[in-house]
Protein backbone atom coordinates (compact mmCIF):
# COMPACT_ATOMS: atom_id res chain seq x y z
CA UNK A 1 0.00 0.00 0.00
CA UNK A 2 1.28 3.56 -0.67
CA UNK A 3 2.06 6.27 1.62
CA UNK A 4 1.64 9.84 1.20
CA UNK A 5 4.43 11.16 3.48
CA UNK A 6 3.77 14.95 3.32
CA UNK A 7 0.28 16.75 2.47
CA UNK A 8 -1.51 19.77 3.44
CA UNK A 9 -4.83 17.94 4.11
CA UNK A 10 -6.37 20.90 6.08
CA UNK A 11 -5.25 23.62 3.39
CA UNK A 12 -7.96 26.12 2.34
CA UNK A 13 -8.56 24.32 -1.29
CA UNK A 14 -9.84 21.03 0.24
CA UNK A 15 -12.85 23.27 1.99
CA UNK A 16 -14.66 21.14 4.05
CA UNK A 17 -14.18 18.08 2.00
CA UNK A 18 -10.74 17.07 3.42
CA UNK A 19 -12.12 13.73 5.04
CA UNK A 20 -13.43 12.73 1.77
CA UNK A 21 -10.47 13.55 -0.27
CA UNK A 22 -8.56 10.79 2.29
CA UNK A 23 -11.55 8.32 1.85
CA UNK A 24 -10.92 8.89 -1.95
CA UNK A 25 -6.82 8.26 -0.94
CA UNK A 26 -8.06 5.30 0.38
CA UNK A 27 -9.96 3.70 -1.79
CA UNK A 28 -7.38 4.44 -4.49
CA UNK A 29 -4.47 2.05 -2.54
CA UNK A 30 -2.95 5.27 -0.12
CA UNK A 31 -3.36 3.54 3.41
CA UNK A 32 -1.93 6.85 5.05
CA UNK A 33 -1.14 9.89 4.43
CA UNK A 34 0.74 12.35 6.96
CA UNK A 35 -0.83 15.70 7.07
CA UNK A 36 1.63 18.90 8.20
CA UNK A 37 1.17 21.54 10.67
CA UNK A 38 2.42 24.76 9.46
CA UNK A 39 1.98 26.92 12.27
CA UNK A 40 0.10 26.82 15.81
CA UNK A 41 -3.35 27.91 14.80
CA UNK A 42 -3.28 24.97 12.95
CA UNK A 43 -1.94 22.18 15.62
CA UNK A 44 -5.51 21.25 16.32
CA UNK A 45 -6.86 21.18 13.02
CA UNK A 46 -4.36 18.43 11.56
CA UNK A 47 -4.89 16.44 14.69
CA UNK A 48 -8.83 16.68 14.54
CA UNK A 49 -8.44 15.68 11.07
CA UNK A 50 -6.37 12.31 12.16
CA UNK A 51 -8.96 11.47 14.75
CA UNK A 52 -11.81 11.37 12.36
CA UNK A 53 -9.95 9.42 9.11
CA UNK A 54 -8.37 6.10 9.98
CA UNK A 55 -5.55 6.45 6.93
CA UNK A 56 -4.58 9.92 7.98
CA UNK A 57 -1.60 10.75 10.71
CA UNK A 58 -0.52 14.45 11.63
CA UNK A 59 2.89 16.51 12.31
CA UNK A 60 3.08 19.34 14.21
CA UNK A 61 5.63 21.83 13.48
CA UNK A 62 6.27 25.91 12.11
CA UNK A 63 6.26 26.39 8.46
CA UNK A 64 9.22 28.86 7.41
CA UNK A 65 6.68 31.12 5.18
CA UNK A 66 5.21 30.97 8.40
CA UNK A 67 7.73 32.18 10.73
CA UNK A 68 7.51 36.23 9.96
CA UNK A 69 4.23 36.11 12.19
CA UNK A 70 5.48 33.42 14.59
CA UNK A 71 6.32 34.08 18.07
CA UNK A 72 8.46 32.43 20.39
CA UNK A 73 5.60 31.49 22.40
CA UNK A 74 4.93 29.05 19.35
CA UNK A 75 7.90 27.21 20.11
CA UNK A 76 6.50 26.58 23.59
CA UNK A 77 3.15 25.85 22.32
CA UNK A 78 4.69 23.33 19.79
CA UNK A 79 6.69 21.93 22.45
CA UNK A 80 3.66 21.29 24.28
CA UNK A 81 1.74 20.29 22.28
CA UNK A 82 4.41 17.50 20.97
CA UNK A 83 4.53 16.46 24.29
CA UNK A 84 1.08 15.65 24.74
CA UNK A 85 0.84 14.04 21.34
CA UNK A 86 3.02 11.17 22.03
CA UNK A 87 0.58 9.61 23.92
CA UNK A 88 -1.35 9.69 20.11
CA UNK A 89 -0.96 7.06 17.77
CA UNK A 90 -1.67 9.23 14.48
CA UNK A 91 1.07 11.68 15.68
CA UNK A 92 4.30 11.20 13.26
CA UNK A 93 6.72 13.46 14.22
CA UNK A 94 7.62 17.61 14.00
CA UNK A 95 7.00 19.47 10.46
CA UNK A 96 6.36 21.34 8.22
CA UNK A 97 9.61 22.99 9.19
CA UNK A 98 13.07 24.48 7.86
CA UNK A 99 14.09 27.07 5.86
CA UNK A 100 13.04 28.50 2.36
CA UNK A 101 15.45 30.80 1.01
CA UNK A 102 13.64 31.13 -2.68
CA UNK A 103 10.85 33.86 -1.64
CA UNK A 104 12.35 36.90 -1.70
CA UNK A 105 10.71 38.34 2.08
CA UNK A 106 12.22 35.34 3.53
CA UNK A 107 16.24 36.66 2.46
CA UNK A 108 16.43 39.42 4.32
CA UNK A 109 19.27 39.06 6.74
CA UNK A 110 16.74 39.46 9.68
CA UNK A 111 14.32 36.91 8.50
CA UNK A 112 16.96 34.28 7.62
CA UNK A 113 18.27 34.81 11.26
CA UNK A 114 14.78 34.16 12.19
CA UNK A 115 14.37 31.51 10.65
CA UNK A 116 17.45 29.89 11.21
CA UNK A 117 16.33 30.44 15.31
CA UNK A 118 13.08 28.92 14.52
CA UNK A 119 14.54 25.66 12.61
CA UNK A 120 17.17 25.03 15.80
CA UNK A 121 14.81 25.46 18.07
CA UNK A 122 12.60 22.84 16.51
CA UNK A 123 14.99 20.43 16.13
CA UNK A 124 15.75 20.54 19.64
CA UNK A 125 11.97 19.60 20.49
CA UNK A 126 12.26 16.54 17.80
CA UNK A 127 15.76 15.42 19.24
CA UNK A 128 14.39 16.00 23.26
CA UNK A 129 11.35 13.74 22.15
CA UNK A 130 12.97 11.36 19.71
CA UNK A 131 10.95 12.61 16.99
CA UNK A 132 11.59 12.44 13.14
CA UNK A 133 11.26 15.90 11.26
CA UNK A 134 9.90 16.66 7.91
CA UNK A 135 12.02 19.64 6.50
CA UNK A 136 11.12 22.14 3.63
CA UNK A 137 14.78 22.74 1.76
CA UNK A 138 13.96 24.96 -0.67
CA UNK A 139 17.39 26.78 -2.23
CA UNK A 140 18.85 26.15 1.30
CA UNK A 141 19.87 22.69 1.28
CA UNK A 142 23.03 23.22 2.58
CA UNK A 143 21.99 25.58 5.53
CA UNK A 144 19.76 23.06 6.86
CA UNK A 145 22.30 20.33 6.56
CA UNK A 146 24.26 22.66 8.32
CA UNK A 147 21.83 22.84 11.18
CA UNK A 148 21.02 18.61 10.72
CA UNK A 149 24.89 17.91 11.83
CA UNK A 150 24.71 20.21 14.86
CA UNK A 151 21.15 19.37 16.37
CA UNK A 152 20.58 15.63 15.02
CA UNK A 153 17.17 14.51 15.57
CA UNK A 154 16.41 10.83 15.59
CA UNK A 155 15.28 10.53 11.46
CA UNK A 156 12.76 12.28 8.73
CA UNK A 157 12.41 13.08 5.48
CA UNK A 158 13.76 16.31 3.02
CA UNK A 159 10.32 17.40 1.30
CA UNK A 160 9.94 18.08 -2.03
CA UNK A 161 14.42 17.27 -3.17
CA UNK A 162 15.66 19.26 -5.30
CA UNK A 163 19.69 19.75 -4.71
CA UNK A 164 22.40 18.24 -5.96
CA UNK A 165 23.71 14.50 -5.86
CA UNK A 166 26.42 15.55 -2.92
CA UNK A 167 23.35 17.39 -1.26
CA UNK A 168 21.32 13.94 -1.55
CA UNK A 169 24.26 11.89 -0.33
CA UNK A 170 24.50 14.22 2.90
CA UNK A 171 21.41 13.82 3.87
CA UNK A 172 21.38 10.43 3.41
CA UNK A 173 24.47 10.20 5.62
CA UNK A 174 22.52 11.70 8.41
CA UNK A 175 20.19 9.14 7.84
CA UNK A 176 17.12 11.45 5.91
CA UNK A 177 15.19 9.98 3.29
CA UNK A 178 14.73 12.07 0.14
CA UNK A 179 10.88 12.87 -0.85
CA UNK A 180 10.01 12.84 -4.40
CA UNK A 181 6.34 13.83 -5.55
CA UNK A 182 4.52 15.59 -8.73
CA UNK A 183 7.39 17.84 -9.44
CA UNK A 184 9.25 14.27 -11.22
CA UNK A 185 6.21 13.59 -13.17
CA UNK A 186 7.81 16.07 -15.62
CA UNK A 187 9.67 15.46 -18.47
CA UNK A 188 11.38 19.16 -18.59
CA UNK A 189 12.23 18.37 -15.00
CA UNK A 190 15.31 16.50 -15.69
CA UNK A 191 17.53 16.84 -12.55
CA UNK A 192 14.84 15.67 -10.29
CA UNK A 193 14.42 12.76 -12.40
CA UNK A 194 18.23 11.82 -12.91
CA UNK A 195 17.79 11.88 -8.98
CA UNK A 196 14.94 10.08 -8.58
CA UNK A 197 16.27 7.30 -11.15
CA UNK A 198 19.69 7.14 -9.79
CA UNK A 199 19.66 7.55 -6.24
CA UNK A 200 19.63 4.23 -3.99
CA UNK A 201 15.52 3.02 -4.19
CA UNK A 202 16.12 2.79 -0.42
CA UNK A 203 16.80 6.46 0.32
CA UNK A 204 13.68 7.67 -1.32
CA UNK A 205 9.97 8.07 -0.32
CA UNK A 206 6.61 9.58 -2.03
CA UNK A 207 4.52 12.22 -1.31
CA UNK A 208 2.02 14.67 -2.68
CA UNK A 209 2.51 17.87 -0.76
CA UNK A 210 -1.22 18.54 -1.87
CA UNK A 211 -2.82 20.95 -3.25
CA UNK A 212 0.60 21.50 -4.44
CA UNK A 213 2.99 20.50 -6.55
CA UNK A 214 0.71 18.86 -8.70
CA UNK A 215 1.66 16.37 -11.09
CA UNK A 216 2.05 16.66 -15.26
CA UNK A 217 -1.36 14.91 -15.93
CA UNK A 218 -3.67 17.42 -13.68
CA UNK A 219 -1.26 20.25 -13.79
CA UNK A 220 -2.00 23.70 -12.68
CA UNK A 221 -5.25 22.12 -11.21
CA UNK A 222 -5.40 20.71 -7.67
CA UNK A 223 -3.52 17.80 -6.34
CA UNK A 224 -4.30 15.46 -3.79
CA UNK A 225 -3.65 12.11 -2.10
CA UNK A 226 -5.24 9.60 -4.39
CA UNK A 227 -2.58 10.51 -7.09
CA UNK A 228 0.37 8.84 -5.13
CA UNK A 229 0.01 5.52 -7.10
CA UNK A 230 0.35 7.10 -10.48
CA UNK A 231 3.26 9.51 -9.00
CA UNK A 232 4.40 6.10 -7.69
CA UNK A 233 4.24 4.38 -11.42
CA UNK A 234 6.21 7.23 -12.77
CA UNK A 235 9.00 6.54 -9.98
CA UNK A 236 9.16 2.78 -11.58
CA UNK A 237 9.17 3.62 -15.10
CA UNK A 238 12.09 6.09 -14.38
CA UNK A 239 13.90 3.13 -12.75
CA UNK A 240 13.05 0.47 -14.89
CA UNK A 241 11.21 -1.74 -12.24
CA UNK A 242 7.83 -2.69 -11.73
CA UNK A 243 5.17 -0.82 -9.74
CA UNK A 244 5.03 -3.61 -6.99
CA UNK A 245 8.43 -3.35 -6.27
CA UNK A 246 8.57 0.56 -6.33
CA UNK A 247 5.37 0.27 -3.25
CA UNK A 248 7.08 -2.00 -1.05
CA UNK A 249 10.01 -0.29 -0.99
CA UNK A 250 8.18 3.62 -0.90
CA UNK A 251 6.30 1.38 2.08
CA UNK A 252 9.47 0.03 3.91
CA UNK A 253 11.47 3.18 3.59
CA UNK A 254 8.79 5.41 4.62
CA UNK A 255 8.26 3.33 8.26
CA UNK A 256 12.10 3.46 8.42
CA UNK A 257 11.96 7.16 8.31
CA UNK A 258 8.79 7.17 10.62
CA UNK A 259 8.79 4.80 13.19
CA UNK A 260 5.20 5.91 14.85
CA UNK A 261 3.98 5.83 11.82
CA UNK A 262 5.12 2.48 11.61
CA UNK A 263 4.16 1.21 15.06
CA UNK A 264 0.48 2.70 14.14
CA UNK A 265 -0.01 0.81 11.29
CA UNK A 266 1.08 -2.66 12.81
CA UNK A 267 -0.79 -2.13 15.74
Known amino acids: MWIDTHCHLDAAEFGTGALEIAARAGRAGVCAIVAMAVERANFAT ?12 YALGIHPICVPQARD ?3 DALHAAAAAALEDPAFAGIGEIG ?29 ELG ?36 QAQNFI ?9 GNMTFTRALQIRRLASQLPLASIVLETDAPDIAPCWIHPGRNAPEELPRIGAVLAELRGIGVHEVCAAMHANTLAALPRLAARLAS
Request: aromatic share 8%; charged share 20%.
Open 173 to 181: DLGFHLGFG
Open 46 to 57: VAGLAARAPNVS
Open 131 to 166: LPVMLHVRKSQDQVLKHLRQIRPPSGIAHAFNGSFQ
Open 99 to 127: LDFFLPQLCEPAMRAKQERFLREQLRIAR
Open 73 to 75: EDL
